[in-house]
């Protein structure tokens, strides 16, 4: 073994040609098996009798997965432009000196090393009007205070924006704060000369030359966004009524408890569709700066 | 990245009004208390007997503290007829994260080093598809990774969840790697190079110990997200190798005899504690293996 | 690591495991009854299965749904559970029709079980000609269970028409109780619906809707008027109704803090699990109408096709443990559930399960609720488009007639 380990030529391309092997099999061959179930009326057992574009047909006329992708963007915009705008007061306030930095970065942080399950039945337990913080404003005396979001259909939506916000504020405020600490002090001493106000000299200097940070802050929670599920599981199950179901939820749902391997071969498909395009022009960007 | 003593005298100067500072610091409170609420709230109430929640509200202090809903979150809940709290759970995600981690932290790190070290005008493209693979949804994966694993008889098994975990994270911890590799001053593997070292003994013997940081940040963004997945331990572990996050759900979602949420949350801080504990010891690393793998990517 | 003595000692492990196991005869139930009078009737099938030298595992899942979702994805991987817990509905057909369950034509004749079964049930069981589900006990859901100290306190009786009911419930919402409890999870507002259609259409239209699914039948006034009374009920609902569980809801009837709730008779067995008494604590009464109708939901195992030997001969034993006429006596007496089996003594059962054997008996009362009636996906998204029009007040009811057309005629 030893020498077998010793005697191999310098050569990476092998190890890469292994590793890459196995991204082929599982994430691409997945994607390839998936692509053609789309195309059958697979139910239970998949069938490899290629009836065309049918089941993406069905999708789009299938309210629930309508209803999925549309609370997907109004959950995405407003969660990654809320944990954006969060994270980065947070990032440029714990820049301003402060006493106790260390204290309240471990304090904002700490969501994100608890896992969304966990998340979602905390905040679960903390929305419910009947126990959780409507109960406790009415009990000390604030009897019209209402808070009953997670049980309204036109609202619950914003809960899991809520609990995601709080579950990732503290990752954008700690790549943001690295951002601000890399910035040059003669970009300050500048800044000061020229009078800047400092709202402004954020606003106009420095967040837009950090916009490489930002924009990987971005295509962080992106992911997270179309990964969503075990917030929901956790938190609202999709309800009230489809309120607060998504395409990854419709997916798996459709894969498994459902039963219907083509229907959900097309919704998987079009998840991937989706993400690719919302990712697009970060990989041109990227590869064309690599190249 | 970091901030010298020096750079502190002459960067962002608090030359805002008094009234500013006061504002700054409530913010800076307040926004804490966001942030501590709902564990807050958990843990109080674990701490309740059942009448205390029954009569009050769930953001009331315990009266009467006791740890009798953590014995029996531990010990004695009960997930379908099975009656044995998240203990088995927790000693499943154990088993299954440790492996999973050390696996697939040092398989992405000798991935990123032959990445790195690859130079092919095919490097790019194998770059972007697998970066591409970091981003595709993984439910849509599943049931082709079921069909895979149980063609080699490892569907529902323990080595069947480990190797899910190690596969599944396996683009993220080589683009963590590569990243940092590609930093590394070249001429350290062309020494060795010279010196007749294969690949795998220069990764071994002198890459490796010199990315001793970049191995703890990597082992800790995977131990978080594998010790807290739930969706691929619900399909993959099989019913002997369940996860703790799966027992906490079937657990609280359990309604034999009256419910206990001082049970149930209980359970869910439990689960909580290793990656908690984890976090709060490995802070510094925690917050630079985050900025690093961002700022850098 | 010596690679030699890890393999021996794994073969040793393999060899002790094929040994220990060719002994016990093992079934592996994936099931979701975990409320407290559900767990009972487990823990009472379990117990007889183990009594009879059995080997249990135990596979739980949080209910119906993942239940379905658990048993499907270990089918695809090829590690199928040895008996699944469900109603004799689409997924059973699905996957009976894909010959995926182990049916039981022998046993069944052997043990003349056609002749001791109601026809109705009987038919639901076999797929094919092949009996593949075993029933466990026979509910129906489109009862309604109600407080009887409040009823007293309020000065309500027992309502005989809809009318009256609503009447009833206003009475309640005026004394300042919830009058209709509500757990608004999909499944338990869907059936609060179809209970409404069966009330007002009767079995026949219930046939021509859900069973021959005449696109005709979309087109009667009576549909119109069950989601109308549907939203009536939408608009009593309390705060707190989103997402709670079904058990949770009753325990508001049981502990008298609301008036009714629209569920299947497994809500007797908290009922009685509270030690409350049917005609005392509680009362019952079938979805008012003037064409009484009994909407059936069969307790089913189905025993997906094992290999093992070992599997094979456990699912047997459960199958015989199932049908075991003394066991079925114990399930119903805490399930709620009446014995699937005519033969059992009813004897004992309480006014409320005693109604469900007279309904069950009256063959043109009797049918099949949407669960078995309808395949899955059609009873999914029929259960989706209910959820909608209950938490979507500016939904019409022509809307939903329109979607629920497209679902109807969608196979």
Redesign the interface.
């Known amino acids: 073994m030893k020498t077998w ?12 040609a292994a ?2 092997a ?10 390839v ?2 692509f053609v ?1 789309s195309l059958t009326r697979s ?4 069938t490899y009798q290629i009836v065309g574009f049918d089941q993406y047909v069905k999708l789009f ?4 997965w309508l ?1 999925s992708c549309l609370n997907m963007v109004i959950f995405g915009v407003l969660y990654i432009v809320g944990t954006l705008v ?1 994270g980065m007061l ?1 990032a440029v ?6 006493s106790a930095e ?1 204290l ?16 979602g ?3 679960r ?2 929305l ?6 409507q ?2 404003m009415r ?1 000390i005396g604030w009897e019209a205070f209402t808070f ?1 979001w ?4 036109d609202r ?1 939506l914003y809960t899991l924006v809520i609990a995601s916000i ?1 579950h990732s504020a ?2 954008v405020m ?2 943001v ?3 601000l ?3 040059d ?1 003669d970009l ?2 500048a800044i ?1 000369m020229e009078g800047i106000p ?1 709202w402004r000299a954020y606003l106009q200097v420095i967040f837009p030359g950090m916009r ?2 930002i924009a ?2 971005v295509v ?1 929670l992106m ?1 997270e966004v ?2 969503g ?2 917030l929901i ?2 938190m ?2 999709g ?5 607060t179901e998504m ?2 939820k419709f ?3 459709f ?7 083509g229907l ?2 097309a919704a ?2 079009m ?2 569709v989706l ?2 395009l919302l ?1 697009a022009p970060y ?1 041109y960007s ?2 064309r700066r ?2 | ?3 010298t003593p020096m ?2 005298l ?7 009004p008094h009234a500013a500072r006061i504002g ?2 409530v ?2 409170v307040v ?2 208390a ?6 807050l ?2 843990l109080m ?1 674990s701490l309740k007997p059942i009448e205390e929640i029954r009569q ?5 202090f315990p009266v009467a503290p006791s740890f009798d809903a953590w014995v029996a979150a531990w010990q004695t809940a009960c997930t379908g007829l099975d009656c044995h709290g998240v203990r088995p759970g927790v000693w499943n995600s154990i088993k299954i994260t440790v492996p999973a981690v050390v696996i697939s932290t040092l ?1 992405g790190a ?2 990123g ?3 790195a ?2 130079k ?1 005008r095919h490097a ?1 493209l ?20 079921v ?2 694993l149980s063609n080699v008889g490892l569907f529902r098994t323990y080595a069947g969840i480990v190797f899910v975990h190690v ?1 599944y994270g ?2 993220y911890t ?1 683009l963590l790697f590569r990243n940092f590799y590609v930093g590394v001053p070249d001429e350290i593997s062309q020494a060795a ?1 010279m010196e007749g ?6 990764f ?1 013997s002198i890459i490796l110990p010199i990315s001793t940081n970049i191995l703890v940040v990597v082992a800790i963004l995977q131990f ?1 997200g594998i ?5 691929l331990g619900l399909i993959f572990a099989g019913n002997d190798n369940l996860p703790m ?1 799966v027992q ?2 079937n657990i ?1 979602n359990n309604a034999r005899g009256a419910a206990s ?1 001082n049970v ?2 209980a359970a ?2 439990i ?2 504690i290793p ?2 504990v ?3 010891l490995s ?1 510094r690393y ?2 630079r293996g ?3 793998g ?2 850098k ?1 | 690591m010596n690679v030699t003595r890890l393999s021996s000692t794994l073969a040793l492990f393999g060899l002790l495991a094929a040994s220990g196991t060719a002994l016990a005869q093992t079934v592996d139930v994936q099931q979701y009854w975990t409320s407290s009078s559900e767990s009972k009737a487990m823990n009472a099938i379990a117990d007889a299965y183990k009594a009879r030298g059995g080997k249990w595992i135990d596979s739980p899942s949080a209910d119906f ?2 239940a ?3 048993t ?2 270990r ?2 991987g090829g590690e199928p559970p040895s008996a699944v817990l469900m109603t004799p509905s689409g ?1 059973m057909r ?2 009976a029709a ?1 010959g ?1 369950l182990r049916d039981f034509n022998d046993l069944a004749q052997a043990g003349g079980w056609q002749k001791v079964m109601a026809p109705l049930i009987w038919d639901k069981l076999n797929v094919d000609g092949k009996m593949v589900g075993l029933p466990v006990g026979i509910h129906a859901d489109n009862w309604i269970w109600y407080s009887k100290p409040l009823f007293e306190k309020v000065g309500i009786a027992e309502p005989k028409t809809l009318d009256e009911m609503f009447a009833a419930a206003d009475k309640l919402k005026e004394a300042g109780h919830i009058p209709f409890a509500v757990g ?3 499944w338990q507002e869907v059936s609060i619906l179809t209970g409404f259609i069966l009330a007002l259409g009767g079995p026949d239209y219930w046939d021509q809707l859900f069973i021959k699914r005449d696109p005709e039948a979309v087109k009667s006034p009576i549909l119109p008027k069950a989601f109308e009374l549907f939203r009536k009920v939408s608009t009593y609902a309390d ?5 709670r569980s079904w058990n949770d809801t009753t325990n508001l009837v049981v502990t008298g803090k609301a008036g009714m709730q629209f569920m299947g008779d497994w809500a007797r067995g908290e009922f009685l699990a509270a030690g409350q008494t049917a005609g005392k604590e509680f009362g019952c009464f079938l979805t008012p109408s003037d064409k009484p109708a009994y909407a059936v939901i069969v307790d089913i195992f189905a025993f997906p096709v094992n290999t093992d030997e070992d599997r094979i001969k456990g699912q047997t034993l459960l199958a015989e443990t199932v049908m075991d006429p003394a066991v079925e006596a114990s399930i119903a007496a805490v399930k709620g559930s009446v014995p699937s089996r005519l033969d059992v003594d009813t004897s004992t059962l309480d006014i409320c399960a005693a109604k469900g054997v007279e309904m069950l008996g009256k063959l043109d009362a009797a049918v099949s609720g949407t669960y078995d009636a309808l395949p ?2 059609m009873n ?2 029929m259960t ?2 209910a ?2 029009f ?3 007040p500016s939904m019409t009811a022509e809307a939903a007639i329109e ?1 629920l057309a ?1 679902i109807l005629q969608s196979q």
Not at chain 1, 43 to 46: A, F, K, Q, R, S
Not at chain 1, 150 to 153: D, K, M, S, V, Y
Not at chain 1, 239 to 243: F, R, V
Request: glycine share 6%.
């Open positions: 380990f010793n005697r191999q030529a310098f050569r990476p391309d092998i190890t890469v590793f890459f196995v991204v082929a099999l599982f994430f691409y061959g997945s994607i098996w998936t179930m139910t239970l057992v998949p006329a299938n309210q629930r209803v969060f947070l306030l714990a820049d301003r000196r402060i260390s309240f970065r471990t304090v904002f942080l700490y969501p994100l090393a608890v896992s969304l399950v966990v998340t039945l905390s905040w337990w903390l419910d009007p009947a126990n959780g913080l109960a406790l009990s009953d997670l049980t309204r259909p619950a709080w503290g990752l700690v790549i704060l690295a951002g600490r890399g910035i002090n300050w001493k000061r400092l490489p940070v990987s802050c962080l992911s179309i990964r599920y075990d599981i956790a609202t199950k309800g009230p009524g489809i309120s395409p990854a997916a798996v749902d894969y498994f408890a459902r039963v219907n391997l959900a071969s998987s498909i998840m991937l993400s690719l990712l990989f990227e590869f690599r190249t | 990245m970091t901030a750079a502190g002459t960067r962002p100067r608090p030359f805002a700054l610091y913010f800076l926004s804490a966001f942030f501590l609420m709902p564990l709230l958990v109430n009050g509200n769930l953001l009331s398989a000798l991935n080093y032959a990445l070290q690859w092919s790019n194998i770059m972007l598809l697998v970066t591409v693979g970091l981003f595709i949804p993984y439910q849509a994966m599943l049931y082709p990774t069909k895979i596969i396996l683009p080589t190079r070292a294969s690949f795998l003994r220069t071994w978080t010790w807290n997945d739930y969706l996050t906490l759900t609280v949420p149930n949350m869910a801080l689960t909580a990656t908690l984890v976090y709060f802070g925690f917050v985050i900025a690093a961002a700022v990517g | 749904d993942s379905i979702a658990a499907t994805s089918i695809a997924a699905d996957l894909a995926q608004g999870e999909p705060p707190a109704s989103p997402g899955g996906d999914g998204q989706d488009l959820t909608q209950w938490t979507d979607t497209g």
